[in-house]
């Protein structure tokens, strides 16, 4: 009599299934998870844009250039790879400073803001399960302020 070597259809079907069923919950888990990471370059990169607003104010008692309608402090963060970073400011005692997903990062439809009231807003377009916010900045699906 031989013995049998090897694995069975049945033996090998049921480890396929396995690992499918491990994928399709993991995958979705490590993308949040991914995403999160790189909402913090926004929310950093806002803070310190914020830092410069009231530092430039200071010194200025503006958050202008002089007789211009753009901010008097510079808008460039150091590293950004994510977000691109704009700010305005519609008087000498207001600016408004915005970081917009990259979409060839995977953060399109992702919009945070800031301004001199240390208002925090989250924009997100198109992102199902994202909750759009007018007082804090939302990192995380399903979250709310």
Known sequence: MRS????????????????AILSAIALPSYTDYVR??????ATSGLSELRLR??????????????????????EVINGARYFVYDCTSTAASNFSCTAIGVANQGMSGFAYGINESNTRTSTFTSL???NDS???????????C
């Open 4 to 19: 049998a070597r090897g694995f069975t259809l049945i033996e090998l079907m049921i480890t396929v299934a396995v690992i």
């Open 36 to 41: 999160r990471g790189k909402l913090t370059e």
């Open 53 to 74: 607003a009231e530092k430039f104010f200071a010194d200025n008692r503006t958050y202008q250039n002089a007789g211009a309608t753009d901010v008097g402090f510079s």
């Open 128 to 130: 199902p399960g994202w």
């Open 134 to 144: 007018t007082n804090c900045w939302v990192i995380k699906k399903s979250e709310s």
